[in-house]
């Protein structure tokens, strides 16, 4: 916490005494109190002491851990909407045709080739037709098409554009052998013709990625936001007891402790029908009344506090993604109070980026990617991260509905990125995002435990809408 705000205070050329550190880090919230000084200080001032402290935070209600907290809350008004162009609800128009499926991968391409061309150390990309005709070294951008591996050991890849298609050879004493690559993903290459012009031999690799240079530049917020992935009403293993401790925590400590925002990632309900045998699994049978039921325990969330759902593969929705919101015939029993959206959605939550996506996609990571497994499934999401897409692989576990748009592609930054569907639990700053698997509220179910599948159930990840500081609160029965 010292080093946060010791790098938020250079960022604004304040430099704070030791006698003011120690000040600020016997508050109850030291961060939050470092927002307020920041805000009262005044411009021009670069070196502050405990006493500077005092003076800027007169007659302001602050108080230190030594102090009873007596901290007045005005009716909170939410301050959130969905990024615009980022929902396919309502906006769906695939038939399933090959002009869909080539509109759809067009739009990935020039989404993707943009931030690539964006990096510093990347420039203009060449169509690969001209690049083909030329003998140095050149730089393009293609989706790859195909991968495989020569009798020698070598990499071979085929990667195309809007141009054409190019054979890049990447030989196993190269620094790029132990690249991974994964079908459909969008690559910038540096590479020079052989002799022969029939491959081309690949130097160095770019993907969009998440900058290294991106922050998490502190606000004067004082939200937090939780997400409750999986919950999976209507199964027999239904964590109610932890359910109802979490809701007991919420009424107890929601309002002092700011938490404004709760996100439900998918699969709030287990569906019908979703595997083999289910109904076998299943407390309520009947799709309506798991909905039903699912709106009853949320009427027990405090009114202050605005939700978000959007589904997964075991809700009541398209599978092939991006899936539009719940229909209205399975939601008309909720509160008004909650935004129903598409899967993924990105959120503007009082200034911060939030990218919300159940995670079906992680099946096909982990399948095709050797080094990928559900026991870690941040790690599946830096490499989502560093491709800047959800969900590259078309045509295995995973279906795509092939729409004019790819809302699978990452086309904005977000300040935090949340999945479920694995139901683990974790958190992790990869590139200054904040990175979150958001637990399950299921125990573990028959197929987990013939797969040995052990879920980490009943956590409730929170994180501060200034500070970007992630607590995960543990509610599982002892």
Not at 347 to 368: C, F, P, Q
Request: net charge negative; glycine share 6%.
């Amino acid at each position: 916490m010292k080093e946060e705000i010791l790098s938020a205070a250079a960022r604004r050329k304040i430099f704070f005494s030791p006698d003011a550190m120690e000040m600020i880090l016997s508050n109850n919230d030291p961060m939050g109190f470092t927002n307020t000084v920041f805000s009262h200080l005044s411009k021009n001032m670069m070196f502050v002491n405990k006493q500077d402290i005092m003076d800027c935070i007169a007659g302001d209600k602050i108080l230190f851990q030594s102090e009873k907290e007596i901290k007045p809350h005005n009716k909170f008004t939410p301050d959130i909407h969905i990024v615009k162009g980022t929902d396919i609800t309502g906006e769906s128009t695939c038939e399933g045709k090959v002009n869909d499926f080539a509109q759809y991968f067009r739009s990935r391409y020039f989404t993707l080739r943009r931030l690539i061309e964006k990096r510093n150390d990347f420039g203009r990309a060449m169509d690969i037709s001209r690049a083909k005709t030329l003998d140095r070294e050149t730089r393009i951008i293609g989706i790859v098409y195909e991968k495989s591996t020569t009798k020698n050991g070598h990499t071979m890849l085929t990667v195309e554009d809007d141009t054409d298609t190019a054979k890049i050879f990447i030989s196993k004493e190269s620094p790029l052998a132990g690249e991974t690559f994964v079908e459909d993903e969008v690559i910038g290459i540096v590479a020079k013709p052989n002799a022969q012009r029939t491959l081309m031999m690949a130097e160095k690799i770019y993907r969009p990625d998440i900058p290294k240079s991106n922050t998490w530049e502190l606000s004067d917020s004082v939200s937090k936001i939780a997400f409750l992935s999986d919950v999976h009403v209507g199964s027999t293993t239904f964590l109610e007891k932890d359910w109802d401790r979490m809701i007991r925590w919420l009424k107890e400590n929601s309002v002092k402790e700011d938490l404004n925002y709760i996100v439900f990632p998918g699969d709030v309900v287990d569906g019908i029908g979703v595997f083999p045998d289910q109904d076998k699994e299943l407390s309520i049978g009947d799709i309506y009344q798991q909905y039903e039921r699912l709106s009853e325990y949320l009427k027990d969330i405090p009114d202050h506090i605005k939700m978000v759902i959007h589904p997964g593969n075991h809700d009541a929705a398209r599978l092939a993604e991006p899936q539009p919101a719940l229909n209205s015939v399975f939601t008309k029993t909720f509160d008004s109070n909650i935004l129903m959206v598409g899967n993924p959605i990105y959120l503007n939550v009082e200034g911060r980026t939030v990218l919300t996506y159940h995670g079906k996609s992680m099946d096909d990571w982990i399948a095709g990617v050797q080094q990928l497994t559900y026991d870690d499934p941040l790690k599946v999401m830096k490499e989502m991260c560093v491709r800047r897409h959800l969900a590259p692989i078309y045509g295995q576990r995973n279906a795509l509905a092939p729409e004019k748009k790819d809302y699978m592609a990452m086309e904005y930054i977000p300040d935090i990125f949340v999945s479920g569907h694995v139901h683990g639990a974790g958190q992790e700053i990869y590139n200054g995002v904040r990175l979150i698997n958001a637990s399950t509220w299921q125990d573990q179910t028959e197929y987990q435990r013939m797969h040995n599948f052990n879920p980490d159930p009943s956590i409730m990840p929170v994180v501060s809408l200034a500070s970007g500081r992630i607590t995960m609160h543990n509610f599982r029965e002892a």
